[in-house]
């Protein structure tokens, strides 16, 4: 609805983390702005607001989505993950984030949760890539810390923990 | 992960030199790390920044009326609003340094604009939505001057005077007097090689972007910051200068900072307006610099150029050198951000040139100023190992040999440079013979030669260094760490300095916990606040292996000394007969005999009488540390091999190989990570990015679509040699190596590129090595009669 101020806003509702959200919002929030100042759920990273770094990525309807592309109102009636909801129960890291541990997949840690979440997604997609396959499905964010180096063995680490689990 | 393999002789656990994972890792893959954005602070305000549209010109009109009547604004400044509360524009510790014109800073262009992107106004408004609503309703007319923008132009009688108040373009100069000595050694010398070196502007790039939160307190006449930073203590003393009140009336806390890599060492004017605006306003503002701000205006680096000329005998020894540099500066330039004198001071590297003279300039132009960035004055080895593959070139020489020739050997030490620097303990010709046997240089040159005759253009370049690490020096010698104990037997460290993703808060836990027999579980780092952690001068010049691990080891080992005495005291035992493990002091060969550390911490705080005569209570030490040397020299040297198509020029690197002589190494996964980030910021710099002017002084690269970082699918493995010599100057005989990757690789990358299509006749002196630029070089190959195409025809 248009207001005085001249801002159109809107009424949505979303599901984020498993939790229910209704919240009425400018039609130009970002779903990444309403993420973390709504819903107070600050590991979605904005790197570039552009579209390319990818350290907002999230998971909508389970598919890698950047927030920073995408308004809140296209969350309407959708199911978004961020990267506060990949841990399991008790806050026991998921296989990618504890590959990303072990295999000094990160420094900084300002990239990360981008990371963690496009791996994730790609891995529950494909879950035995090949070397290649994992590097053309990362080459979509940007680090400046580590080279990549860890990142790439942690996705393969990830995948083979997976793959072991499914034996 | 329990990847403790190594016991000490006591039985303790060994932390040092493990591959530990990081205890910063739980927060930061789950979403759970604070960046000063997810800092919440009641009341804020937001602000957004009306930027110069040119390069250079007179602001004819500043209309903010629009500004002021948009929803949600609630101020707008101008310079000469913000500009006129400035105290003390002195943004370095030390106040003004020298007798010559201070360093140019203003906080808002005021009467005209030097740099496209310089802040002209500051909206502020209740959401950074209504900020920028407001920032594009201001207007602004600037009435363009002719701008200079390449360095070259800059010293033209006729070149446009960057900052008017100021007589010139010359920033810095060098100007040593004549050396009729080193003349001579040229006169006499069987070669004498000249060669002019350029390397292009280039960014930081930390994925985080600059930040700020200020809050003023009317009644406490207190400023509340949280920073985006490198050095938490260096920013309260900026902001205290500035606005002209004292050190302990600003707190800065430095939450969980996504990179910085120099960049965050100084603030910008932006960062200092925030604190000015919330204290105006008196209520608190925030300022989250975008992407598009922080290309344009979050300060550059890099652009230098250097004629170097060496002087040899017939065999390819060095006899002398001279180098010229030359280095753009820009407009408004972080403090500490020329690096002219440590350029021309490191230079002569890991070679035993015996007599070398340098002169220098750094130049202001209408571009976004220079910060440091990774080893800034790396513009040394760029130009050094460029340098040698041309020497190799001109006698006939394979690289490697002319390296072998004149690296400075074990024998040699202690050796001080032609540039009046020592070395104590170096480790060139291993890491440079490492290199080579990992790289199997022998054989790929054998590969080489049948791919050239092939067709196919691949390379091999080495660059091999040394790094002034540990600096130690003037405002960056000390560091400081303080231990203590707490009533559950706890271990808190609390360090000067602060990781901004160097893994400090493990490091530093793997160095204290070895010292005190305890197990990295029970200690925790502290860091980053000036109301609770000692004075540091920030983290940079890869300084926190040697200065910040050499405060928590001598504080930990106060801390072990003064466990002993009181536990030796409790036990009625020998001090010598003690021992530590798992946080527990027991008596040799009686292991019923003994007391835990928060036993000893009950006794320490709520029973000073059963101390020892004489013994401090409480369980606490601290130390402020320097070490033995202003410099602690580490050395590396890096092999690349590449492909070139020669079709498209596209470049691609095969393997990369680093040997490196880091001492002592705390986690050898941080000091691969720490090389592989720098390595590929070399590769990324050589190969990728870029940050273009046009003439006019337009920035062409203000997003990442323009700006192009690597990604995985650029990047090759890379191979890591490790030599371990231990260093003198601290007890861990560590060394620093955190800005070496970016020294080593761009020289390796250019060599490489350059060795490939050396069948071709053609060399490249500058960069980027983009595919259009390589091409070129490959077609002015071919059109030049004198030299073929063919490589079959250059194979002998």
Same mark, same amino acid.
């Given at each position: 609805?248009?207001?005085?101020?001249?801002?159109?806003?809107?009424?949505i509702?979303?599901?984020?983390?498993?939790?229910?959200?209704?919240a009425?919002?400018?039609?130009?929030?970002t779903?990444?702005?309403?993420l973390?100042?709504?819903?107070?759920?600050t590991g979605?990273?904005?790197?570039?607001?552009?579209?390319?770094?990818?350290?907002?990525?999230?998971?909508?309807?389970?598919?890698?989505?950047?927030?920073?592309?995408?308004?809140?109102?296209?969350?309407?009636?959708?199911?978004?993950?961020t990267?506060?909801?990949?841990?399991?129960?008790?806050?026991?890291?998921?296989?990618?984030?504890?590959?990303?541990?072990?295999?000094?997949?990160?420094?900084?840690?300002?990239?990360?949760?981008?990371?963690?979440v496009?791996a994730?997604?790609?891995?529950a997609?494909?879950?035995?890539?090949s070397?290649?396959?994992?590097r053309?499905?990362?080459?979509?964010?940007?680090?400046?810390?580590?080279?990549?180096?860890?990142?790439?063995?942690?996705?393969?680490?990830?995948?083979?923990?997976?793959?072991?689990?499914?034996? | 992960?329990?990847?403790i393999?190594?016991?000490?002789?006591?039985g303790?656990?060994?932390?040092?030199?493990?591959?530990?994972?990081r205890?910063?890792?739980?927060?930061?893959?789950?979403?759970?790390?604070?960046?000063v954005?997810?800092?919440?602070v009641?009341?804020?305000?937001?602000?957004?920044?009306?930027?110069?549209?040119?390069a250079?010109?007179?602001i004819?009109?500043?209309?903010?009326?629009?500004?002021?009547a948009?929803?949600?604004?609630?101020a707008?400044?101008?310079?000469?609003?913000?500009?006129?509360? /400035? /105290?003390?524009?002195w943004l370095?510790y030390?106040?003004?340094?020298?007798?010559?014109?201070?360093?140019?800073?203003?906080?808002?262009?005021?009467?005209?604009?030097?740099f496209?992107?310089?802040a002209?106004?500051?909206v502020?408004?209740?959401?950074?939505?209504?900020?920028?609503?407001?920032a594009?309703?201001?207007?602004?007319?600037?009435?363009?001057?002719?701008?200079v923008?390449r360095?070259?132009?800059?010293?033209l009688?006729?070149?446009?005077?960057?900052?008017?108040?100021?007589?010139?373009?010359?920033a810095?100069?060098?100007?040593?007097?004549?050396d009729?000595?080193?003349?001579?050694?040229?006169?006499?010398?069987?070669?004498?090689?000249?060669?002019?070196?350029?390397?292009h502007?280039?960014?930081?790039?930390?994925m985080?972007?600059?930040? *700020?939160?200020?809050?003023?307190? #009317?009644?406490?006449?207190?400023?509340?910051?949280h920073?985006?930073?490198?050095g938490?203590?260096?920013?309260r003393t900026?902001?205290a200068?500035?606005?002209g009140?004292?050190?302990?009336?600003?707190?800065?806390v430095?939450?969980?900072v996504g990179?910085?890599f120099?960049?965050?060492?100084?603030?910008?004017?932006?960062?200092?307006?925030?604190?000015?605006?919330?204290?105006l306003?008196?209520r608190?503002?925030?300022?989250i610099e975008d992407?598009?701000?922080n290309?344009?205006?979050?300060?550059h680096?890099?652009?230098?150029?250097?004629? /170097?000329?060496?002087?040899?005998d017939g065999?390819?020894?060095i006899?002398?050198?001279?180098?010229?540099?030359?280095?753009?500066?820009?407009?408004?330039?972080?403090?500490?951000?020329s690096?002219?004198?440590?350029?021309?001071?490191?230079?002569p590297?890991?070679?035993?040139?015996?007599?070398?003279?340098a002169?220098?300039?750094?130049?202001?132009?209408?571009?976004?100023?220079?910060?440091?960035?990774?080893?800034?004055?790396?513009?040394?080895?760029?130009?050094?190992e460029?340098?040698m593959d041309?020497?190799?070139?001109?006698?006939?020489?394979d690289?490697?040999?002319?390296?072998?020739?004149?690296?400075?050997v074990?024998?040699?030490?202690?050796?001080?440079?032609?540039?009046?620097l020592t070395?104590?303990?170096?480790?060139a010709?291993?890491?440079?013979?490492?290199?080579?046997?990992i790289?199997?240089?022998?054989?790929?040159?054998?590969?080489?030669?049948?791919?050239?005759?092939?067709?196919?253009l691949?390379?091999?370049?080495?660059?091999?260094?040394?790094?002034?690490?540990? *600096?130690a020096a003037?405002?960056?010698?000390?560091?400081?760490?303080?231990?203590?104990?707490?009533?559950?037997?706890?271990?808190?460290?609390?360090?000067?300095?602060?990781?901004?993703?160097?893994?400090?808060?493990?490091?530093?836990?793997?160095?204290?916990?070895?010292?005190?027999?305890?197990?990295?579980?029970?200690?925790?780092v502290?860091?980053?606040d000036?109301?609770?952690?000692?004075?540091?001068?920030?983290?940079?010049?890869?300084?926190?292996?040697?200065?910040?691990?050499g405060?928590?080891?001598e504080?930990?080992q106060?801390?072990?000394a003064?466990?002993?005495?009181?536990?030796?005291?409790?036990?009625?035992?020998?001090e010598?007969?003690?021992?530590?493990?798992?946080?527990?002091?027991?008596?040799?060969?009686?292991p019923s005999?003994?007391v835990?550390?928060?036993?000893?911490?009950?006794?320490?705080?709520?029973?000073p009488?059963?101390?020892?005569?004489?013994?401090?209570?409480?369980l606490?030490?601290?130390?402020?540390?320097? #070490?033995?040397?202003?410099?602690?020299?580490?050395?590396?040297?890096?092999?690349?091999t590449?492909e070139?198509?020669?079709k498209t020029?596209?470049?691609?690197v095969?393997?990369?190989i680093?040997s490196?002589d880091c001492?002592?190494?705390?986690?050898?996964?941080v000091?691969?990570?720490?090389?592989?980030?720098g390595?590929?910021?070399?590769?990324?710099?050589?190969?990728?990015e870029?940050m273009?002017?046009?003439?006019d002084?337009?920035?062409?690269?203000?997003?990442?679509?323009?700006?192009?970082?690597?990604?995985t699918?650029?990047?090759?493995?890379?191979?890591?040699?490790?030599?371990e010599?231990?260093?003198?100057?601290?007890?861990?005989?560590?060394?620093?190596?955190?800005?070496g990757g970016?020294?080593?690789s761009p020289?390796?990358?250019?060599?490489?590129?350059?060795?490939a299509?050396?069948?071709?006749?053609?060399?490249?002196?500058a960069?980027?090595?983009?595919?259009?630029?390589?091409?070129?070089?490959?077609s002015?190959?071919?059109?030049?009669?004198?030299?073929?195409?063919?490589?079959?025809?250059?194979?002998?």
């Amino acid at each position: 609805m248009p207001e005085a101020s001249g801002v159109t806003t809107v009424a949505i509702q979303c599901s984020v983390n498993g939790a229910r959200y209704t919240a009425t919002v400018e039609a130009r929030l970002t779903l990444a702005d309403f993420l973390r100042e709504r819903c107070g759920l600050t590991g979605t990273h904005l790197g570039c607001e552009h579209g390319v770094c990818g350290a907002c990525t999230v998971l909508v309807d389970g598919r890698a989505v950047r927030s920073c592309l995408m308004f809140a109102v296209q969350a309407q009636g959708r199911e978004v993950t961020t990267v506060e909801g990949l841990a399991g129960p008790g806050g026991a890291l998921n296989a990618v984030q504890e590959a990303f541990r072990s295999e000094h997949g990160l420094q900084c840690g300002f990239c990360t949760p981008g990371f963690v979440v496009a791996a994730t997604a790609f891995l529950a997609d494909n879950p035995d890539p090949s070397e290649a396959e994992i590097r053309e499905a990362m080459s979509g964010n940007l680090c400046r810390c580590t080279g990549y180096q860890g990142i790439l063995r942690a996705v393969a680490v990830a995948a083979a923990a997976g793959r072991e689990e499914l034996k | 992960m329990s990847p403790i393999e190594a016991v000490d002789a006591a039985g303790g656990a060994r932390y040092v030199g493990q591959r530990v994972a990081r205890s910063e890792d739980a927060r930061m893959v789950t979403g759970h790390g604070t960046y000063v954005d997810d800092v919440v602070v009641p009341g804020v305000l937001h602000a957004a920044f009306v930027r110069s549209g040119v390069a250079s010109g007179t602001i004819t009109n500043l209309d903010v009326q629009g500004a002021l009547a948009t929803p949600g604004v609630r101020a707008v400044y101008s310079g000469a609003d913000l500009n006129k509360l /400035v /105290v003390e524009p002195w943004l370095d510790y030390e106040g003004p340094l020298g007798a010559g014109p201070a360093r140019p800073f203003r906080v808002l262009a005021e009467g005209d604009v030097r740099f496209a992107g310089e802040a002209i106004a500051m909206v502020i408004a209740d959401s950074r939505y209504a900020a920028e609503d407001g920032a594009e309703a201001v207007i602004v007319d600037v009435e363009a001057r002719r701008a200079v923008v390449r360095m070259a132009d800059a010293l033209l009688d006729s070149a446009p005077v960057v900052h008017p108040e100021r007589s010139g373009n010359l920033a810095g100069e060098i100007a040593p007097p004549p050396d009729a000595e080193l003349d001579a050694i040229f006169a006499a010398a069987a070669h004498v090689v000249t060669e002019t070196f350029s390397q292009h502007r280039y960014a930081c790039v930390p994925m985080e972007t600059r930040g *700020i939160v200020a809050s003023w307190d #009317p009644y406490k006449e207190h400023l509340s910051v949280h920073a985006s930073t490198q050095g938490p203590h260096g920013v309260r003393t900026q902001i205290a200068r500035v606005m002209g009140i004292g050190d302990h009336q600003v707190r800065v806390v430095m939450p969980d900072v996504g990179g910085g890599f120099g960049q965050k060492m100084f603030l910008v004017p932006e960062e200092i307006a925030v604190p000015l605006a919330a204290r105006l306003l008196g209520r608190p503002v925030k300022w989250i610099e975008d992407r598009r701000e922080n290309l344009m205006s979050g300060q550059h680096a890099r652009e230098d150029e250097v004629t /170097v000329s060496f002087a040899l005998d017939g065999d390819g020894v060095i006899l002398g050198a001279k180098a010229d540099f030359l280095e753009n500066v820009g407009s408004f330039p972080a403090g500490g951000s020329s690096s002219i004198r440590f350029s021309s001071m490191v230079f002569p590297g890991p070679y035993r040139i015996p007599r070398y003279r340098a002169t220098a300039r750094a130049v202001f132009t209408n571009t976004n100023g220079r910060c440091s960035y990774r080893g800034p004055w790396m513009v040394e080895t760029v130009a050094r190992e460029q340098m040698m593959d041309r020497v190799a070139a001109k006698l006939g020489l394979d690289p490697l040999e002319v390296r072998r020739r004149n690296v400075i050997v074990g024998g040699d030490l202690p050796y001080k440079t032609a540039a009046g620097l020592t070395y104590d303990q170096i480790s060139a010709a291993e890491t440079l013979e490492q290199a080579a046997s990992i790289a199997g240089y022998d054989a790929f040159r054998s590969e080489q030669a049948a791919k050239r005759a092939a067709g196919r253009l691949v390379g091999v370049g080495i660059s091999l260094f040394t790094e002034p690490s540990g *600096i130690a020096a003037g405002t960056l010698s000390t560091e400081a760490a303080t231990v203590r104990i707490g009533f559950n037997g706890h271990v808190e460290v609390v360090t000067s300095s602060a990781s901004h993703g160097q893994s400090l808060e493990t490091t530093i836990a793997q160095v204290v916990a070895d010292e005190l027999g305890v197990d990295m579980a029970d200690i925790t780092v502290s860091q980053g606040d000036t109301q609770s952690t000692p004075y540091g001068p920030g983290t940079g010049g890869s300084r926190s292996a040697v200065l910040s691990s050499g405060a928590a080891r001598e504080a930990s080992q106060a801390m072990r000394a003064k466990l002993l005495r009181i536990a030796a005291h409790r036990l009625e035992a020998a001090e010598e007969d003690l021992r530590i493990v798992d946080s527990t002091v027991s008596v040799a060969g009686t292991p019923s005999a003994h007391v835990g550390f928060a036993e000893l911490a009950r006794l320490a705080y709520s029973a000073p009488d059963a101390l020892p005569e004489g013994e401090e209570p409480g369980l606490q030490t601290h130390v402020r540390y320097r #070490p033995s040397s202003p410099f602690t020299w580490s050395n590396a040297c890096h092999i690349c091999t590449c492909e070139i198509d020669p079709k498209t020029g596209k470049v691609t690197v095969d393997r990369y190989i680093v040997s490196e002589d880091c001492g002592v190494m705390i986690n050898p996964n941080v000091v691969e990570g720490q090389i592989a980030g720098g390595v590929v910021q070399g590769i990324g710099g050589v190969l990728y990015e870029q940050m273009p002017y046009d003439e006019d002084g337009n920035p062409l690269a203000t997003t990442f679509v323009d700006y192009l970082l690597p990604t995985t699918t650029e990047v090759p493995l890379i191979e890591y040699g490790h030599i371990e010599t231990p260093a003198p100057t601290n007890k861990g005989g560590h060394k620093g190596l955190g800005e070496g990757g970016a020294i080593g690789s761009p020289p390796a990358v250019i060599n490489a590129v350059n060795d490939a299509i050396a069948p071709l006749g053609v060399c490249i002196n500058a960069q980027p090595l983009t595919p259009e630029a390589v091409a070129r070089a490959i077609s002015s190959a071919a059109s030049t009669p004198t030299h073929r195409l063919s490589p079959a025809e250059e194979t002998p």
